[in-house]
């Protein structure tokens, strides 16, 4: 295309890895005011953490007065009702409160933890699982393992009962999220940390039932979702 | 569930409300605790976007200094290739600029301006395609057209010529990009902001040529992409 290249092509050459290197050093430039706003960017996130904490905290405390928050909440999403086993409702009861931490480099993870009051279910008073994102764009799961107690959690003897009708998984949500790595679990904890805990009330309130349809395509399927709904409402009604 | 609720259901449902009101004015404050953050990073972003302008600037120099910097980078990208007439090539040589400019609130859009030296395919000096991310969530689309001398662009006699053998697109780049608010140029127009104009002389060096089949599995196809390469290699070597 230039003549310059046809005339002297390699003086061209030349000039043209001359002005290469000289954009790269301008590239440098540019890598570096971004890690530098990236860097703000994080300080600004770490210093409003701190001013969201004791709302939290605040938050927390109204939501210990209110009964069975946790699990009405999560009754009324329509993907993780479909975790929930109908014993967990008896282990709900017993959540003295539920935080979702992000680390201080918010970038690289979070740690979801739920307290429990002194319960015949496990000897646990706090599960957790924490999602860590490393450099290399994968997840490391961790969590703390449910230690349930003798004829509790899989091992119950009802779990192998003939002729119940069970309508919902056969696995404890609690022992299912708190017990293994299991990749499934960490849309699950996304879910809790960026829809559940930015704004519970809604859910408590059945405010954002219907959300999942249309935001989480990947968990759509043919679940009876009404009477599922339904059903959840009258057992608490009845209680 | 609590002995509360079955007692004395009136009074336990007031105090239930009171509850939820008072979590709605935490939930209120933890909202202008975010806006107040989102509007920390929106400044953040525009500070540095001040810091990066002189950067543009001074790459934006360099590379009008490197023939053919824009047809050669663009040709190195796999699904931008795809969309090249082989006759964009002699329009390519007239860029003066390409720029990308986002508004001043980064969430609302961007616009790309490509800017020519007088030249025989169009009267216009400039060629703008503008996103705007509206409120409710739709993408406007905006562009400056392309004012095609005679015999140019879509009407161009050689389009219609018989046995030529074309191995692309029979539209020019710049008259679809240009001339039209088609969806399909949303994505290209992401491309260009979100991949190629971070660090175009990546493209230029073909160091990303195969990222796209990676990252953009939307267009993925049988296109055969190293014969192409290699035709624009030697295209490029040949002038």
């Known amino acids: 295309m230039s003549k310059k290249l046809k005339v ?5 050459h030349a000039e043209i890895q001359a002005q290469c290197e000289e954009m790269q050093r ?8 971004e890690a530098e706003f990236d860097k703000k960017v994080l300080e600004l996130q770490s210093e409003f953490n701190v001013k969201k904490t004791p709302l939290y905290i605040e938050r927390n405390a109204i939501i210990s007065k209110i009964p069975n928050f946790w699990y009405i909440a999560f009754t009324h999403s329509d993907i993780m009702r479909m975790l929930l086993h109908r014993d967990d409702e008896h282990i709900f009861k017993h959540i003295t409160s539920l935080v979702v931490e992000e680390k201080e480099d918010i970038k690289s993870g979070f740690k979801i ?5 002194e319960n015949s279910f496990f000897t646990n ?19 703390s393992g449910v230690d349930w107690k003798p004829n509790q ?37 996304n ?3 960026d829809d559940l805990w930015p704004n519970p009330l ?18 759509d399927d043919d679940f009876d979702e009404e009477e599922e709904v339904e059903e959840a409402e009258e057992d608490e009604a009845a209680e």
Do not use: C
């Open 26 to 33: 301008v590239q440098s430039k540019l890598e570096d005011v």
């Open 202 to 219: 809604r859910y408590y309130t059945g405010e954002v039932e219907d959300d999942f349809d249309e935001e989480e395509e990947d968990f």
């Open 153 to 189: 959690g899989p091992n119950k003897a009802s779990n192998a009962a003939v002729g119940e009708k069970r309508d919902r998984d056969e696995e404890s949500f609690f022992n299912a999220f708190f017990n293994n790595a299991d990749k499934d679990h960490v849309d699950m904890a």
């Open 113 to 117: 933890t739920v307290t429990f009051s």
């Open 125 to 143: 008073r706090e599960l957790w699982k924490e999602l860590t994102f490393t450099d290399t764009a994968e997840t490391k799961i961790d969590q």
């Open 191 to 193: 879910i809790i940390k």
């Open 8 to 12: 002297d092509g390699e003086d061209a």
